[in-house]
Every structure is written in C-alpha cells, then in structure tokens.
C-alpha cells in the first residue's frame, strides 16, 4: 500500500504570495492532518479535516486554510506569505477513528524569502 | 490543556548501550500517548503508541515504552543502541478533544558513537 505521498518537496516563494500545498493520504483513510514544523516553535497542529470537513483547528491565523476533497486528498493554503511561514509542513493520515494512529508523509520544505 | 515534555533535547550513547529517552506529560484526563521517530529530511515515523491496557507498550525497532501514570511518564527505550537509530524523536499526547490534534514535545536528538 502507498504511503502518504505530499508536493511539491521544495517550494520557494516570495514575501506576500501566496502557496498551495497538496497531501494524498493512504488509500482507504479518510482523515488528512496538517503540522508546521520550524526550528524555533516545534511541531504545532494546524488542522484536521475528516469527510470534506474541518474537524480540528490549531491556534494559527487565518492566512492558513485548508480543504479536503471527496477522495480524501487535501490541500492547504498560505496567503500572504511571511518570512516566518518558512517551514517544514507535514500531513498525516488516518482512518479517522479518535486517537488514532497517523501515518505521516515526507514533508514540504516552504522557503520564504 | 495537554502538554508533553522531553527531558533532554540532545542524548549521546555508545552503540550497544542503553538508550533512555524522557517524556513526561500533562493531562487532566487519560492520555493517548505516542513516540515518533524523525530522520534527516524524512516525516514521522510511529514508533509505539498507548491507548489503554497494557503498561509496557512494544513498538517497532526494538524499542518500548513504558506508561507510568503515578509519574507522567512515558519514558522510551531500547536495551542495545545501533548507529541506525540516530534520529530525532518525539513524544506527543492527543490533546482534551481527541481525534488526532497531536501536541508533540520539542524533541530529543539522538547521537549514537562506535
């Protein structure tokens, strides 16, 4: 079976763009799970979506959006970027049952320059 | 709120010697606690995982952990370290909500010398 599979990997972008990311969870998972990962605050939750909605939302301004499609690939969106969006951004998939297990992908590398 | 605390943001072993990582935990209800494993350039890999039950919790690699509810704990550990198992690790807990919002400590990097 396939793993969570995420592009682009590398992404370079200027001050106020905007970028799109894309997660393909594995198949037969319904939920799609967004991290931000920086050297300075860690691995922080963004969102959760789980059947085209949002479930689970983290403390991050609303220039972070996301939405997930019928087949359960998702999407996440950054407007405006900042110096500080750069980051290392990871998706995770499960079946979407509570607490359970996530499977993540490799990552985005967003440089922000 | 849940949080999660990672004592120790770098450990050093020999290879063939004990490896103890910490993790204490925050949670004003029973937690769901779960140990990631992170290589250069690579996402997340699920190391082991406690839901309820059993104590002692096996997970893959060789390593295991072990929840102690009088201590927070839920120290991870592998009797014999192999140079393979140089990587960064995380410990995270599902926060008061469930579902899969993870609340993941800082990390602790692993070094592992011949």
């Known amino acids: 079976k396939a793993g969570v599979t995420q592009t682009p990997r590398y992404l370079i972008k200027t001050r106020g763009q905007q970028v799109t990311l894309s997660c393909s969870p594995i198949s037969g998972h319904r939920s799609v799970s967004w991290y931000q990962q920086t050297p300075g605050q860690g691995l922080q939750f963004l969102f959760e979506y789980f059947s085209e909605t949002q479930r689970n939302k983290g403390n991050f301004p609303g220039r972070f959006s996301g939405r997930q499609f019928s087949n359960s690939r998702s999407e996440m969106n950054v407007s405006t970027l900042e110096l500080g969006d750069s980051a290392l951004y990871l998706c995770a998939s499960s079946l979407g049952q509570e607490n359970g297990e996530q499977y993540f992908g490799p990552g985005t590398r967003l440089t922000v320059t | 709120a849940q949080s999660v605390t990672q004592l120790g943001s770098h450990v050093s072993v020999s290879e063939g010697a004990l490896v103890l990582l910490r993790c204490n935990y925050s949670?004003?209800?029973?937690?769901?606690l779960f140990w990631y494993v992170q290589y250069p350039n690579q996402g997340l890999q699920l190391l082991l995982k406690y839901t309820t039950g059993a104590t002692l919790v096996k997970g893959i690699n060789g390593f295991e952990a072990e929840f102690k509810k009088s201590e927070t704990s839920f120290h991870l550990t592998k009797p014999s370290a192999h140079m393979s198992d140089a990587a960064e690790y995380f410990c995270?807990?599902?926060?008061?909500?469930?579902?899969?919002?993870?609340?993941f400590g800082a990390g602790t990097r692993l070094a592992v010398h011949p």
């Open positions: 949670s004003s209800v029973p937690p769901y």
């Open positions: 995270a807990v599902i926060s008061g909500g469930g579902y899969n919002k993870l609340i």
